[in-house]
Nanobody, 124 residues
């Protein structure tokens, strides 16, 4: 059984930065494409960023492009989301996901494994 564990959430003021981490417990997921999603209060879960299984290709939601950076370190079996210039509208629970797919997907359905989520709160 594989579980994904997120860490690094917290509360910051607008303009601040946070770095989220995601690592699987159990077997490593080196060959899986991975992504970050988020769910703001009263909204549907939405795609934030994705990274291909080979770590070369990335994809970002327009709302975070230029501010967030997704990366993975297979040696540490960890994926990251560096979030800079945070805005109050970035406030949400952030989830990491992994799927046995060749490339990224902005839909939740291809991802087999999910974390429990970590809260990010940005105050103005």
């Amino acid at each position: 059984q594989v579980e994904l564990v997120e860490s690094g959430g917290g509360s910051v003021q607008a303009g601040g930065s946070l770095r989220l981490s995601c690592a699987p417990s159990g077997r490593p997921l080196y060959g899986f494409s991975k992504a970050w999603f988020r769910r703001a209060p009263g909204k549907e879960r939405e795609f934030v960023a994705g990274i291909r299984r080979n770590g070369v290709g990335t994809l970002y939601a327009d709302s975070v492009k230029g501010r967030f950076t997704i990366s993975r370190d297979n040696a540490k079996n960890t994926m990251y989301l560096q979030m800079n210039n945070l805005k109050p509208e970035d406030t949400a629970v952030y989830y990491c996901a992994a799927g046995d797919i060749a490339t990224m997907s902005t839909s939740t359905s291809p991802y087999e494994y999910w974390g429990q989520g970590t809260q990010v709160t940005v105050s103005s």
